[in-house]
């Protein structure tokens, strides 16, 4: 697999996240100290120094987001990362204060869930907004006179791929923002500001601490002007994090290459043995190599993640897999290591068939997890 986004330099992953966002180290301190709780600072006199108040920075976040720009964009000191309360929050922050009423921006209509919320509330406020599905790039067509384009790649939960580069490209041209939703790939399989991306927007919540405890997000971007915008909104919205979630993700950052690694390749295990089931239909994992996405995922991811989408025949069936199966919780969300499953359709929202399954491969022995979705598969078969 290539590593088209950025040269790593003589560290690899795994020493890149054990060692992320560490404080120089100080004699009988903690290698990573524990979570500033502070609502405000001293501050005799005048304002000076980094903190003052604790809905604008907090010394917990700064080591967090120092330890996520080295991932997202490593030797590049010129990116800046802020964290907020959840995904959305970050989304939000991103898409809220780059646009105003008369812009048009490009979403993907295969997305995630709640961006059709945030398409509603985008319209209210004047701007106009376009759709493309996320396979061929779609986007280009109605990519002209936009402000901003924002990119989900892989997508949720229909894991189709588009070529980043060329959308940076065709975009930039004519002056086009671009955002990337690298939450699904996470800063391990793909470096969207390396690509060309302005911003690698994700939800911390999923695979990047991956134990299902946290709810973050956070942007990094390569603009200090935009950048200043995006603080501004965190700073005028109050989407911020609580301390003790922020030190709770640094701590799980540690472990992020030994997880993305083990679930990356139980996915596939998991896909080519979902492969060769009769009543599995369109069946997704960019990893396989006759997957659709896999030729553009190839090229630009470094790892392909731990999601694997498949459709059952009917709702029905799918429900009876995923009563029948021991290993695999039914519950949203992914990226923990514990595996998850569920069917997508119970929320509403998605364009998918009522037996279509999302599935996230935790860190479980890989035969145990595929005899058990075997075995699940051939009880709900009756």
């Known amino acids: 697999?290539?590593?088209?986004?950025?040269?790593?330099?003589?560290?690899?992953?795994?020493?890149?996240?054990?060692?992320?966002?560490?404080?120089?180290?100080?004699?009988?301190e903690p290698t990573l100290p524990g979570p500033v709780f502070a609502a405000h600072?001293?501050?005799?006199?005048?304002?000076?120094?980094?903190?003052?108040?604790?809905?604008?920075?907090?010394?917990?976040?700064?080591?967090?987001?120092?330890?996520i720009g080295e991932l997202e964009a490593p030797g590049r000191p010129d990116v800046e990362?802020?964290?907020?309360?959840?995904?959305?929050?970050?989304?939000?922050?991103?898409?809220?204060?780059?646009?105003?009423?008369g812009d048009a921006v490009v979403l993907p209509s295969d997305g995630y869930q709640a961006l059709p919320l945030v398409r509603a509330q985008l319209e209210a406020y004047g701007v106009e907004v376009r759709t493309a599905s996320t396979g061929g790039d779609a986007q280009l067509e109605v990519l002209e006179g936009a402000r901003l384009l924002w990119i989900e790649s892989p997508s949720n939960p229909g894991l189709d791929v588009c070529d980043i580069r060329r959308l940076t490209v065709a975009a930039h041209a004519q002056g086009t923002l671009v955002a990337v939703d690298n939450t699904l790939a996470t800063p391990l399989g793909q470096r969207p500001l390396a690509l060309g991306a302005d911003?690698?927007?994700?939800?911390?919540?999923?695979?990047?601490?991956?134990?299902?405890?946290?709810?973050?997000?956070?942007?990094?971007?390569?603009?200090?002007?935009?950048?200043?915008?995006?603080?501004?909104?965190?700073?005028?919205?109050?989407?911020?994090?609580?301390?003790?979630?922020?030190?709770?993700?640094?701590?799980?950052?540690?472990?992020?290459?030994?997880?993305?690694?083990?679930?990356?390749?139980?996915?596939?295990?998991?896909?080519?043995?979902?492969?060769?089931?009769?009543?599995?239909?369109?069946?997704?994992?960019?990893?396989?190599?006759?997957?659709?996405?896999?030729?553009?995922?190839?090229?630009?991811?470094?790892?392909?993640?731990?999601?694997?989408?498949?459709?059952?025949?009917?709702?029905?069936?799918?429900?009876?897999?995923?009563?029948?199966?021991?290993?695999?919780?039914?519950?949203?969300?992914f990226g923990g290591v514990r595996s998850t499953a569920e069917r997508r359709g119970r929320w509403g929202g998605d364009a998918v068939p009522d037996g279509f399954v999302r599935m996230s491969v935790g860190a479980e022995d890989p035969e145990d997890l595929v005899a058990d979705i075997l075995r699940a598969l051939d009880e709900s078969a009756g």
């Open 199 to 333: 911003f690698a927007v994700a939800s911390g919540t999923k695979q990047l601490t991956g134990h299902g405890d946290v709810l973050l997000g956070y942007v990094a971007g390569r603009d200090a002007e935009t950048m200043t915008v995006v603080r501004r909104w965190r700073k005028i919205v109050g989407a911020v994090p609580g301390p003790m979630e922020a030190w709770l993700a640094h701590r799980s950052i540690a472990t992020l290459q030994l997880r993305a690694d083990r679930q990356n390749a139980t996915a596939l295990a998991v896909a080519e043995a979902l492969r060769q089931r009769p009543e599995v239909s369109g069946l997704r994992y960019p990893g396989l190599p006759d997957d659709p996405a896999h030729k553009i995922a190839s090229r630009q991811m470094r790892r392909y993640g731990c999601v694997v989408s498949f459709t059952l025949p009917t709702r029905a069936w799918a429900e009876r897999f995923l009563a029948s199966l021991r290993l695999v919780e039914d519950a949203t969300s």
């Open 41 to 67: 600072f001293h501050l005799p006199g005048e304002v000076a120094g980094p903190y003052s108040y604790g809905r604008d920075d907090n010394p917990t976040w700064t080591l967090l987001e120092n330890a």
């Open 1 to 28: 697999m290539s590593d088209a986004s950025a040269d790593e330099g003589p560290v690899g992953d795994g020493t890149r996240v054990v060692r992320a966002g560490l404080p120089e180290p100080v004699k009988h």
């Open 81 to 101: 990362t802020l964290v907020f309360a959840s995904g959305m929050a970050a989304i939000s922050a991103v898409l809220f204060s780059q646009l105003r009423a």
